[in-house]
């Protein structure tokens, strides 16, 4: 009886063991690495502002809004929607700032559940980097 309970419950775990996806969270792993310091570079210059990039998240409405240090010019650069739990769902984006530096997203078509916003930025071509936690 124990050895017939013993071999279904090993069978159970490698069959679930199958069904679990063991890829990589990000394609690009090792050339991420590779980049590292360039990126703590990037989060250092970031951390150094006097005013730094806000986020702020209207539930009701669905928009998230970006507010860049009015400080720069000119802003260019890229916000990545990551998604830790499904990486089919993560895409990227321009960053089109207005004249009042902030730049919004509509939130609407976004599944819910937790959400990483990874901003890679440039003002006055010196580069920043900042991580938002999204709880949608």
Sequence with gaps: MFYGLFVIAILTIVVKSFSVDRSLVVDDYY??????????????NAKS??????MEYDKGDQVLRLKFPQTFDQITGKAWFYKPDNKKLDFEVQLEVDDQGVQLFQMDKLVGGVWTLKVDWEGDSRPFYKEFNIYK
Aim: no cysteine; charged share 30%.
């Design 31 to 44: 050339q991420q690495d590779i980049t590292y310091q360039s990126h703590k570079d990037k989060v250092n």
């Design 49 to 54: 502002l006097e005013n730094d990039l806000l």
